[in-house]
């Protein structure tokens, strides 16, 4: 080869429009993710963790309770870096989030051309290949790779830790066989870092781990069975060491054998028709059958290529990235996708593009003139420039829908439009969301309730009681009231208000950190994470923690209070429940540390009835009662139960303004064997309407059962008495429907009352159990 300095300029000037191409995806990728730049609520999440940990609580969400609220070990310990070196943690998230977009990029497109036998002559020989940046191209004009390299999220790690691992495992398969190699301990442990990144990249890890341990092995002139084995044992090593530690401190210190984030969305449960839509929403929208066929294209021209030189090792650099990538893809369909349009789909994709990031036009064997006489070199120029073709339209028209659509959304948009910020990316510039309002409402409720100069600096009370702040909105408890005391433990810790909210992220950071913000939806919160699924709706919002379980888990037991409430305090302090809560608040010590280590598999499989009555049952093994229900299937689910040693007395029934359904309905409980309806008023369950009239039995008689006129709704409703053995149905309340009836079995009475209720009432009936043996409450079963 002509090394003259002439002939190296002369390489140089060739090789120029080929780098200025490759480097084209990356420019456009960069500079869109600055366009878009933002920080999401989710984002936020991973700040208050990082702020916990920089304050020396541990890398938790709220002090004092051991949940890992994050995805992401390793997205956090960068961030956490940075925010120590004093970089403002959401310029840090941003700054790190597309700086390792656009270096992933940049990495992928090397290794394909290091597999593709194209980069021994370094940049300036680069021109020999003629290579284009297909794969990069195709990852690099998609709008949720713009939106995703920041957002506070992991997915720029993602994709850098994808696009340099495959670097890595493109040169070690690549090494001249005639030098020595030594053994790539790095690269394996940079492969093992995978399942830290986002633990499915696990996929990755396992599938790019194998061509590089029999590069390694061919090295060595295929050793021994005895010596592959110590070394491949060596090599697991290297590559287990980080992420196996991290497993045994998250299993000691979360009792947990995944992150509480992956529990909360149901990661290993199926939902194909979401997961189908999600695939429609990202792979429809962008059209991208075109670009992947022609991918594809060049894909196979490579493994046929590579297998027709016997590269086996190669040929395994190639092929698995893209299969795990499918892989991947048919997990994120198959679990249901998410609620951010497109981006659980980002990593898979990049994943099975890889070998095509940037493809040669001329084949790896031809000579050094780069001279081709062969049509391959036209037909695959056609193919890039479609690719181009739809890269230009797509990056310039084609956008996601503003409105929702099976529950999918437009998240940066959403959120940029509430903050009413172009680029939302500091806490306070989305002061405008009315996330922030209902912060600032409940820091002013804190403020009326308990004046900041009663407050001592370091957060204990002075003459001021913490509490828990409730909102109807998650479920009305009754009797209600806006504020319970805080539990003694937690404001000893230095908390003065407690609330709960749906979206946490940026709310828990402008509360601070001492409030405790409780998440309704479990991402950091270990019982709203472990309710059972009941119905499904929006990925990632679906199990919803009710008020009952939110007063009874952090105040202090107050007398006469809701009795779901009471039912959800017995229910935390019994068998997996109560150990649950020892295991993530209890005091960490080396005898906790090992022992939640033994119960984290078990802890993983808790599942946690919604309902406070049936969780009493499940884990303090209270009798099960009976329910007995009358109507339709529309509406939602409800149930009230009358507080233990009471028994349902009547209701109160309202009916619509025009007389023709029952609108709502309310009941009404008295100590048992107390005659008449009896004082103790439960909540509304219904809409609105005319008047409430009574409904309840005679002196001497029990409730036992409603009977009711019924088509789509209830258009009447009355209550079925029992006296002496005698059942009669006492007058109902409304006209018209078919007579239908709900009652408890023989020898029990109702004690509480279940329903389906919208705008109207759908359906009614009653809780029953077999009267009290004793004053501790014991019942028999009653089924």
């Known amino acids: 080869m002509n090394d003259s300095p002439e002939a190296l300029e002369g390489n140089w000037r060739r090789s120029l429009p080929w780098l200025v191409a490759m480097a084209a995806p990356l420019v456009v990728l960069g500079v869109m993710i600055w366009q878009r730049r933002w920080t999401s609520d989710d984002g936020f999440i991973n700040l208050r963790v990082i702020e916990n940990l920089l304050a020396g609580a541990g890398p938790v969400f709220n002090a004092g309770e051991r949940i890992e ?88 790690l993602a994709i850098g830790w994808l696009g340099f691992a495959f670097y890595r495992v493109a040169r070690v398969v690549d090494h001249p066989r005639e030098r020595p190699a030594r053994v790539p301990y790095g690269t394996m442990a940079l492969l093992g870092l995978g399942p830290l990144v986002r633990p499915e990249l696990a996929l990755f890890s396992l599938g790019m781990m194998l061509p590089v341990i029999g590069a390694t092995l061919r090295a060595r002139g295929w050793p021994s069975v005895k010596a592959s084995a110590l070394l491949v044992v060596k090599m697991g090593a290297a590559m287990g060491a980080i992420p196996v530690a991290y497993q045994i401190f998250r299993m000691g210190y979360f009792a947990a054998i995944v992150p509480n984030t992956a529990i909360a969305k149901s990661a290993f449960g199926s939902r194909w028709e979401q997961g189908m839509h999600y695939a429609e929403n990202f792979f429809g929208l962008y059209m991208l059958a075109l670009p992947l066929l022609v991918a594809l294209g060049f894909w196979m021209r490579r493994v046929v290529t590579t297998a027709q030189e016997r590269e086996v090792l190669r040929l395994m650099a190639i092929v698995i990235p893209t299969f795990v ?113 209902e912060s600032k409402q409940a820091l002013s409720f804190a403020e009326r309730r308990c004046p900041s100069g009663q407050w001592h600096e370091d957060g204990a009370p002075a003459g001021c009681t913490p509490f828990v702040y409730v909102q109807k909105k998650h479920g009305e408890l009754w009797p209600y009231a806006p504020a319970y005391t805080l539990r003694e433990d937690l404001a000893a810790r230095g908390f003065k208000m407690a609330q709960m909210r749906i979206s946490i992220g940026m709310t828990s950071l402008w509360l601070g950190r001492d409030v405790y913000v409780v998440d309704r939806v479990g991402l950091a919160n270990p019982i709203s994470a472990r309710l059972k699924l009941t119905k499904r709706g929006r990925p990632g919002h679906e199990k919803m923690l009710s008020n009952s379980w939110y007063v009874a888990r952090f105040s202090a037991p107050t007398p006469g209070e809701d009795a779901s409430v009471a039912a959800a305090r017995r229910a935390l302090n019994c068998g997996e429940l109560a150990e649950l809560e020892e295991a993530v608040r209890g005091e960490l010590s080396m005898e906790r540390f090992f022992s939640n280590i033994a119960a984290a598999a078990r802890l993983h499989r808790l ?77 509304t369950f219904g809409g609105e309407g005319g008047a409430w009239k009574p409904l309840a039995c005679e002196p001497g008689e029990r409730l036992v059962g409603v009977h009711a006129g019924v088509d789509r709704w209830l258009r009447s409703v009355g209550v079925v008495c029992e006296a002496g053995g005698t059942r009669r149905q006492a007058p109902r309340v409304g006209e018209g429907g ?31 159990r077999a009267p009290q043996d004793d004053a501790d409450g014991v019942v028999r079963d009653s089924r």
Request: proline content about 6%; overall charge neutral.
């Open 69 to 156: 609220a994050y995805t992401s070990t390793l997205w956090v310990g960068i961030v956490a870096v940075l925010g120590g070196l004093g970089v403002r943690l959401e310029i840090a998230a941003m700054v790190a989030g597309g700086a390792l977009s656009v270096v992933g990029l940049g990495f992928a497109q090397w290794g394909a051309l290091v597999l593709a036998g194209r980069a021994r002559e370094g940049l300036g020989g680069i021109w020999r290949a003629a290579p284009l940046p297909l794969g990069a191209l195709i990852y690099a004009v998609l709008p949720p790779a713009w939106d995703f390299g920041t957002s506070g999220l992991e997915t720029g």
């Open 325 to 437: 990538g499918l892989f991947h893809c048919v997990y994120v369909i198959k679990v249901g996708g998410g609620f951010m349009h497109g981006r659980l789909f980002l990593p898979a994709l990049f994943g099975l593009l890889l070998p095509v990031a940037a493809v040669p036009l001329r084949g790896a064997r031809l000579p050094a003139s780069g001279r081709s006489s062969g049509a391959g070199v036209w037909v695959g120029a056609v193919g890039v420039v479609l690719v181009a073709g739809w890269a230009a339209y797509c990056g310039t028209s084609l956008r996601v829908a503003v409105e929702n659509v099976h529950g999918i959304g437009d998240e940066r948009g959403w959120y940029a439009r509430l903050a009413k910020h172009e680029n939302p990316v500091l806490l306070e510039e989305y002061e405008a969301m009315y996330f922030i309002k």
């Open 607 to 683: 599942k946690i009835d919604p309902d406070p009555w049936r969780a009493a049952q499940d884990f303090c093994g209270e009798p099960a009662l009976f329910e007995a229900l009358a109507g339709g299937r529309g509406g939602d689910p409800a149930r009230w139960q009358c507080p233990q040693g009471q028994a349902l007395g009547g209701y109160q029934v309202r009916l619509s303004e025009d007389g023709a359904s029952v609108a709502a309905i309310r009941p009404r409980c008295a100590r048992e064997g107390q005659p008449g309806p009896g004082r103790v008023q439960g909540p």
């Open 738 to 768: 078919e007579l239908v009836e709900a009652r408890c079995p023989d020898g029990a009475q109702a004690v509480g009352m279940v329903a389906r209720t919208g705008a109207l009432v759908d359906a009614l009936g009653v809780v029953c």
